[in-house]
Structure formats: C-alpha cells, structure tokens
C-alpha cells in the first residue's frame, strides 16, 4: 500500500529530474541542461523495500525574477503542501547559493521531514564539499549522484524512516467508490446528490474541497464509502490556474477506491485536463463510470445524447468499456441510477471465471480468427487462467510472448467482454512463457 507522498524540490538545474527518473525507473521528466525546463508537477510512484510512495518531480524554485519562475513557485508550494516528506536537491558542483539558503528558509518554515541531498558528487573531491551544507541548517547532508546511481539506496531509506506512519489502505469489505475530475465540474454537489443531504461544503469557487473526505452510508442495508478528492488549500488566479494541482489527491482517493466516477462539466464539455485525470483511474486498474454532470444546462434535443456519447467515445478512447451516466447534481436527475451502477461494475471488477470456461472461450476467438504471423513466427495460446481481480488480470501462457502483438490482445479482450460482461472494468492480459 502506498505510505505517502515525497517532493523533490531545489533550485533549477541542480538534477532534480534526473533522480526522479532513477527512482520511478523510466524517464517520465524530461531532462535537458537547460534550467527551469521542468515547469509542471510531475507524478510517479517509487517502490522501496516493499514499501511504496508516491513522488511529485517539481520545476526550480527561482527566487529571481525569471521567466516561468512564478508559475514554478506556485506548484513547488502546492507539492510541499502535499507531501509528507520533502528531498531538497543541491548541488556539490556549485557548492550553497543564494537560491539554496532561500530555499532551505522556505522548507523551514514547512515544519516537514527534509532530506538534505547534495547532488553531482561525482567524485571524492565532490563529496568532501559536503560539509559546506551544513550551512542551510536542515541537518546531515547525504551526498549521491543521480547520473550515477549512487547513493540512492542510502536516500530512500532515510525517506521511508522520516515517512509518517500511516498507510493509504483501500476499505474491505465495503463498496468503496471516488469522485474526481478537474475543478468545478460538480464534485462537491454530485456527492452531496448521492449522500441526498449537504456532508461537503459546495462553492463556485475552484479548489474550495480542502481534503479527501470519506463519508460512509447505506442504500437498502448495503454499506458505502464515498471519498471526495480535495482542491489547494490556497487562493489566487495562477493557484486555480495550475492545470494539474488536483492530480495528487486524486490518486491517494483512486488508491483506495474501487471504483471511480470520472466527472466532466456538461456546461463546459470536455477539457484537456479531463484526459490527463481520466487516465488517473485507467491506469490504476479500477472501474471506471464517466458521469457527464450538469446535464441540465445543456440545450439538447432527441439526438443530443447520441452526440455527446459519440463526442466522448472519440476522446476518450481508452475508457471504451466505461458506462457513461448523463446527470444532474444540482436537480438530483438520474442521480439515483449512479448507486445500482456503481455495484455493476464493482461486481465486474472482482469477477472470477472458471478456468475450464475462459480457456473455452479463448480457443473459440482463436478459431474465429487465429493470430497472424508476426516476426517471422505464429503465435500459440496453449492456455489461459485468470490469476487475480480488481481489475481482472488474465494471464496467457504462450509459445513466445513477443508474438502477442497488441492488436490480438485487444481482439482476445474484446471477446472477453462478449462472453462476460466486465463492464466498466479494465481488463489486464499477461503474456508468459509455457514452460
């Protein structure tokens, strides 16, 4: 389960993109020498000694008045204010500048958990720099290398020991579901539809959900957990104009969901931001209901609904297997249908099938229309067993699993979804050797 939340902060060019590449294990920050060229939040998860965190890469705090600088500013508050612990990136080439001792003042007054870094310390001569930064008050500096690798292993140990003792743990036993999407697009209200009384306060002003908030209830004696994603504690044109601030808590909600209501404004249509969020919850594996809110403002006619689901098929491709729900928080309209729906597709997300009756159904697609020839050799599915749910996870044991191309896998899921249902749940298949 994931413990917490760690940001990677520190003046531009000192290699904070580098390590956070090194720690998620791929390169998802582009990482270029130019300074400041990181300029959102980026978001990965880390895995270390069974322990897991999420980790936000920032863009260089610039003191100086620069291009981009107050922007940058803007969403290294906001990943402070998220995380729980904090890894301050300097560098040993350049040894404690201004930047540096302004920064560390900031991460003072935060009151979080910081591990001094001293980045680029390449060598012997680079590492005994080290006593230098003592000087920011914040402690042992730890010396590494991102380019390198080395020193990691000591960095992550300190972060799990300064991390809080607290666990982000999905509920058992109860249908637990979350509602996100990108700011005032009806959250808050759509919640308060479904719990039918006024539990989350309701504003027209973006960001006014300060915290995830876990409400339990009941519908017809079956227990729920509704968990509301949260906004920025802070106010201001650049704060609600940050395309991603909500992205983080949204995951911890995704986290320990098991399934999600993914919101668009129907006032407003379907935004850039809402395939960045949406994404969120495929990638996480769960069941997925796109609810298109705010359906009461929408001027439409008998073939307006036809529309819009065509509209969203198109944009969000990857959701093809999500339900989608026309609603209005604010009049209560098919509110009550999210609640049946819900249970649907949770059913379909811890679905078992019978190995016997899934392998039946793998050779029936596979006569329909065996796989083609790909490199030069035929693919043989020998046989299939799903090997866990929530989402279903199908594993095929084949001759060579460099042969199951993506075009097979989707067709072999397709036909999953004929014979069983899964709706809207993504389904996951495994490619593995027969041994």
């Not at 540096?100 to 591990?115: C, E, G, T, Y």
């Not at 959900?209 to 957990?225: G, N």
């Not at 407003?268 to 969120?280: M, N």
């Not at 036809?306 to 944009?315: P, V």
Request: negative net charge; charged residues 25%; hydrophobic residues 40%.
């Amino acid at each position: 389960m994931i413990r917490g939340t760690v940001a990677i902060v520190g003046r531009p060019n000192v290699g904070k993109s580098t390590i956070f590449n090194r720690l998620i294990g791929e390169r998802k920050s582009i990482v270029d020498d130019t300074p400041g060229v990181t300029r959102d939040r980026i978001y990965g998860t880390v895995e270390w000694l069974t322990q897991s965190f999420h980790i936000i890469d920032t863009g260089g705090i610039q003191i100086e008045d620069q291009p981009f600088s107050e922007e940058i500013n803007m969403q290294v508050d906001i990943a402070i204010e998220e995380a729980d612990v904090i890894i301050f990136i300097t560098s040993a080439k350049e040894g404690v500048m201004t930047d540096d001792m302004a920064i560390a003042r900031k991460l003072q007054k935060s009151n979080k958990p910081v591990v001094l870094a001293v980045n680029k310390a390449d060598n012997q001569e680079l590492q005994m720099a080290v006593y230098e930064f003592y000087s920011l008050g914040l402690g042992d500096p730890m010396t590494i290398s991102g380019a390198h690798g080395i020193g990691l292993g000591d960095l992550l140990d300190k972060v799990i020991e300064l991390m809080p003792k607290k666990e982000l743990k999905p509920y058992e036993e109860i249908t637990s579901f979350c509602v996100i999407g990108r700011p005032n697009v009806g959250k808050s209200s759509l919640v308060n539809a479904i719990l039918k009384e006024d539990r989350v306060i309701v504003s027209n002003i973006e960001g006014t959900t300060r915290d995830a908030i876990d409400t339990p209830f009941k519908v017809d004696d079956k227990e729920y957990m509704i968990i509301d994603t949260a906004g920025i504690r802070k106010r201001g044109k650049i704060y609600e104009n940050i395309e991603k601030y909500s992205i983080l808590r949204a995951m911890n909600a995704i986290e320990r969901s098991n399934v999600v209501l993914f919101v668009i404004d129907g006032e407003l249509g379907i935004r850039e931001q809402d395939k960045h969020v949406a994404g969120l919850a495929h990638e996480a594996g769960k069941g997925v209901i796109i609810v298109y809110n705010k359906w009461d403002t929408v001027d439409k006619d008998e073939k307006t609904m036809n529309a819009i689901e065509k509209e969203i098929r198109a944009q969000f491709v990857y959701l093809d297997y999500a339900p989608i729900a026309f609603t209005s928080a604010l009049t209560h309209s098919k509110v009550n249908k999210l609640i049946p729906l819900i249970d649907e597709v949770h059913d379909s997300c811890c679905m078992r099938i019978m190995t016997n009756v899934l392998n039946d159904v793998i050779l029936d697609a596979q006569m329909m229309n065996p796989p083609k020839p790909h490199l030069g050799k035929q693919l043989k599915i020998y046989y299939a067993s799903q090997v866990s749910v929530e989402p279903p996870t199908i594993v095929l044991f084949v001759n060579d699993p460099e042969l199951l191309h993506f075009s097979y896998s989707r067709y072999i899921e397709n036909k999953l979804r004929e014979a069983f249902g899964f709706v809207g749940t993504p389904i996951r298949i495994i490619a593995r050797k027969k041994s």
